[in-house]
């Protein structure tokens, strides 16, 4: 008896150490760490581990071939960096280079097995992958949008819509700018769309538009909007968990993404929009943008609905990758293209990187538009298929329009 009473005590003592340690936080290597001179130190902690390394889209990048729509190209992928063992099985890697203000992404991988970093709490979902964030902000420079500052902040919804055409209800996230819910005044719309496998939360998490939004209407380089983010997979309510299917892993694969559904709702969208908020419910105070997929839709939701957005923005946007017999919304591109302009749009504005896999697709889809004489405004950047040129793309759009 004195000997299980001893027993469960020290279990006792264990369990409560455990959760002190867990409570209070315990011993902890610091994940990553800015360094004076600009490099970063990213460290873990694997006394096990044969090999530990870091990849990130700080990092140099490497060619891989990949293949989209059954076409082969050549895409930039994040390089990678081996760290080095020391005391107590602490992995440590420094970079050997000052590291850009920007925000990243970055993994490990311990022994081929990639993993977030566990020191690090400040985490990304893209799809079904997970990553560690490193925000390198910089007075003066574009990544100091991407941080939170002492400036009023918009609020952040989750809102939900009954949508007639999926037959059931479907979320939105609907950002307010500040002082929204104390003012009488109507505002300007913008609709933000994601990328292939995205959903509602994307741009508010690895794009920090709202961030962005906050400190551009702070510093007044953009009107105060309203600023409504779709899921673009008209065949699902929300983003993963937040809806009835339970678990289920987030894929690309979704059903009813580029085939014409989606733009065929979206007026439900508007509607239920304007109905809901204080709006300027009128062409001239409606934009629209998004990036890849998005890039996608927001063409043809333009070319379908002339009447409906002022201003428009194509991110990397997957053009030319759809099949016109799918659907009406993709046919008769000519003309619809013709009555778009014919309707004197404010804005059509193109972001691409020079090694995107769709940036030919972008530059043949500009080529009609000069041919046309049709006007556009275009930015080229760096870099390929990723998060830190659709940040850029966006800061650069929200201050145009709406003026």
Same mark, same amino acid.
């Given at each position: 008896?004195?000997k299980l009473?001893v027993?469960?005590?020290a279990l006792a003592?264990?369990l409560?150490a ?11 290597v610091?994940?990553?760490?800015i360094?004076?001179?600009g490099t ?5 902690? $694997?006394p096990k581990?044969?090999? *530990?390394e *870091? ?9 891989v071939?990949?293949?989209f729509?059954?076409q082969?190209?050549?895409?930039d992928m994040?390089g990678?960096?081996e760290?080095?063992e020391?005391?107590?099985g602490v ?6 280079? $000052? ?11 311990v ?12 985490v990304n979902?893209?799809v $079904?992958?997970?990553?560690s964030? @490193?925000l ?10 991407y941080?939170?500052?002492?400036v ?8 939900w819509?009954h949508s007639e055409? $999926?037959g ?5 996230t609907?950002y307010?700018p500040?002082?929204?819910?104390t003012?009488?005044?109507k505002?300007?719309?913008?609709? *933000? ?10 741009w508010v998490?690895?794009?920090?538009a709202?961030?962005?939004?906050d400190?551009?209407i ?7 909007? %309203?600023v409504v !983010?779709?899921?673009?997979n008209i065949?699902?309510?929300a983003?993963p968990?937040?809806n ?9 694969? @979704?059903?009813k ?6 733009e065929?709702?979206?007026p439900e969208?508007?509607?239920f929009v304007?109905s809901?908020?204080?709006t300027i ?10 990036l ?5 839709h927001? @063409?043809y939701?333009s070319?379908n ?6 201003y428009?923005g ?8 759809t099949d ?5 919304i993709?046919?008769d591109?000519?003309k ?11 804005l059509?504005?193109?972001?691409c ?11 043949d889809?500009m080529?009609k538009?000069?041919d046309?004489?049709f006007?556009?405004? !275009? ?5 390929g298929h990723i998060w830190?040129n659709?940040r %850029?793309y966006l800061?650069?759009?929200v201050? @145009?329009i709406?003026?």
């Amino acid at each position: 008896m004195k000997k299980l009473f001893v027993v469960i005590a020290a279990l006792a003592i264990g369990l409560s150490a455990n959760a002190q340690q867990a409570l209070w936080g315990g011993p902890s290597v610091e994940s990553p760490v800015i360094n004076a001179d600009g490099t970063v130190t990213f460290r873990f902690q $694997a006394p096990k581990a044969v090999k *530990v390394e *870091v990849t990130g889209d700080f990092l140099p990048t490497q060619k891989v071939e990949m293949e989209f729509g059954g076409q082969k190209f050549t895409a930039d992928m994040p390089g990678v960096g081996e760290l080095k063992e020391g005391k107590g099985g602490v992995w440590e890697y420094t970079t050997p280079f $000052a590291v850009a203000p920007d925000m990243y992404n970055y993994t490990f991988r311990v022994d081929g097995v990639s993993q977030i970093d566990p020191h690090n709490m400040w985490v990304n979902r893209d799809v $079904a992958s997970l990553t560690s964030v @490193l925000l390198v902000p910089a007075p003066g420079e574009r990544s100091d949008l991407y941080a939170i500052h002492k400036v009023p902040h918009g609020t952040v919804s989750k809102i939900w819509y009954h949508s007639e055409t $999926a037959g059931f209800d479907r979320r939105l996230t609907v950002y307010t700018p500040a002082g929204y819910e104390t003012s009488k005044a109507k505002y300007p719309v913008l609709y *933000v769309l994601h990328g292939i496998g995205g959903d509602e939360d994307a741009w508010v998490t690895q794009g920090r538009a709202t961030q962005i939004l906050d400190n551009l209407i702070a510093r007044g380089e953009a009107k105060p909007m %309203i600023v409504v !983010f779709t899921n673009g997979n008209i065949a699902c309510e929300a983003a993963p968990l937040e809806n009835a299917d339970g678990y289920v892993n987030p894929t690309m694969s @979704l059903p009813k993404t580029m085939e014409g559904t989606f733009e065929t709702a979206f007026p439900e969208i508007v509607k239920f929009v304007d109905s809901r908020y204080r709006t300027i419910a009128k062409k001239q105070s409606r934009a629209i943008c998004g990036l890849s997929m998005g890039g996608f839709h927001t @063409l043809y939701l333009s070319l379908n609905y002339p009447d409906l957005f002022n201003y428009s923005g194509m991110f990397s946007a997957a053009v030319g990758v759809t099949d016109p017999s799918i659907s009406p919304i993709y046919q008769d591109f000519d003309k619809k293209l013709a009555t778009y302009f014919s309707k004197k749009p404010a804005l059509l504005w193109i972001g691409c990187g020079n090694t995107d896999f769709l940036f030919q697709a972008n530059k043949d889809f500009m080529k009609k538009l000069d041919d046309n004489k049709f006007p556009y405004t !275009f930015m080229e950047t760096d870099g390929g298929h990723i998060w830190k040129n659709w940040r %850029i793309y966006l800061s650069e759009f929200v201050p @145009l329009i709406f003026k």
